[in-house]
């Protein structure tokens, strides 16, 4: 090899090398980099001293003490309390180091306030904070059993993108201080709950059916919340018994099929005080039942909120006009429908609505909604299958013929 070609090979070696070592170095570091990381310092902060809250009356107020402690093993250069109260409850008066936001139900989720507290003072690590001044909660008119949620931060937390635009706080502000009462918690976040003293009436109203045989008609029903109260969370059922001697041939909104009964949810607005749910069946009137009678009536379970039983049922009855028409009417096509979820029940419903409907009960007839069709499409088509089921069958008959024919004439004439 000439000398000239060996002093390039050995320059490229040293290049590749030199290469190497300096990739070597960057894997190295980048594998020291998380390490380092990792052992940099942070604020751990916790909450306590949040009780709950009972015996509560609609109008009386109470008072939140949070004590924050650091369990890390940094200084937090600045803390913020956010408290979070459900629609029961509200803010008496909110500083004006503090704003406050309105967030609307959403996801399952129930409607809400916030109010979101800095304090500009460090808090050390081992060492036992708490506002100079409590921030006060009063309970509404409509509070029930309600929730109170208290959350500590060392970095701002940000507004809740789904409520209103942040409203600052108008009073004293009111700032951090060292305290000797109380311990440290073991959580950032803590919810406790909140009673009041209170009832909401839960009720249902029924509906008056009219229409002849044959008829389909719209059985509007309905569940409300007659207040004062909100309820946030139970697990009250709507249950449905159409009259004897008709057929549900579309199921309303959040309803679902148990043996000769339905059972319906709602959405968590209706619980609200004057909150309400729509359900609207199509029942068609397959023959005169003398005296026929459904029911709509909430489901058992306890509710201690809810002392006035007498508008828990309501009656479903039916006046069947005119005399019996030729024919036998076919059959039920009503199915079970999903299992309820949340979303809007409004909507229009479908079938012939010749009769009338009427409601009876603690309100009056209530508007229409959403319902869902039965399975499929056959039950819609009725009588028309049986013709064109004879006639595929006289086609076959008449093909059979033909090539029983054609095998006889070959038969006779070989070739």
Request: hydrophobic share 35%.
């Amino acid at each position: 090899m000439p000398r000239s070609d060996r002093r390039a090979s050995r320059a490229a070696r040293a290049s590749r090398a030199a290469v190497a070592a300096l990739g070597a170095a960057g894997l190295i570091a980048l594998a020291a980099a998380p390490a380092a990381f990792a052992d940099d310092p942070e604020p751990d902060l916790v909450v306590s001293g949040v009780k709950p809250v009972a015996g509560l009356k609609p109008g009386g107020t109470f008072d939140v003490s949070a004590v924050v402690a650091n369990k890390g093993t940094a200084t937090a250069a600045k803390v913020w309390i956010t408290y979070g109260v459900t629609r029961g409850l509200d803010f008496a008066e909110v500083p004006s180091n503090c704003w406050t936001q309105h967030v609307r139900s959403y996801d399952e989720m129930p409607e809400r306030w916030t109010a979101v507290c800095e304090y500009d003072r460090s808090v050390q690590p081992g060492v036992l904070y708490t506002p100079e001044t409590p921030l006060r909660v009063k309970a509404l008119d409509r509070a029930l059993d309600d929730q109170l949620r208290v959350k500590v931060d060392w970095n701002a937390p940000a507004p809740d993108e789904n409520g209103e635009d942040p409203v600052p706080g108008t009073a004293p502000a009111v700032q951090l201080a060292e305290t000797h009462t109380g311990v440290a918690g073991s959580k950032r976040i803590v919810d406790v709950p909140v009673t009041t003293v209170n009832t909401a009436d839960f009720q249902v109203t029924g509906a008056a059916l009219k229409g002849s045989v044959g008829e389909t008609v719209p059985m509007k029903l309905r569940f409300t919340n007659a207040g004062p109260a909100w309820v946030m969370s139970t697990t009250v059922k709507v249950v449905v018994t159409p009259p004897a001697g008709t057929s549900v041939v579309k199921v309303a909104s959040f309803c679902r099929a148990d043996g000769h009964v339905y059972s319906c949810g709602m959405r968590q607005p209706a619980y609200n005080e004057g909150g309400h749910e729509n359900y609207t069946f199509q029942l068609r009137i397959d023959k005169r039942v003398p005296h026929a009678k459904g029911s709509v009536a909430l489901s058992t379970e306890p509710r201690p909120f809810d002392p006035d039983k007498t508008n828990d049922k309501a009656d479903i009855t039916l006046d069947v006009t005119g005399g019996e028409p030729t024919g036998t009417p076919s059959g039920p096509t009503d199915s079970p429908t999903a299992a309820p979820t949340s979303g809007s029940t409004s909507g229009s419903t479908g079938g012939s609505t010749g009769g009338s409907a009427g409601a009876t009960g603690g309100s009056s007839t209530p508007a229409d909604d959403g319902t869902t069709p039965p399975d499929g499409n056959l039950a819609a088509t009725g009588s028309p299958v049986l013709p064109i089921a004879g006639a595929a069958a006289a086609a076959m008959a008449a093909g059979a013929g033909t090539l029983v024919l054609v095998r006889r004439r070959r038969n006779q004439n070989p070739s």
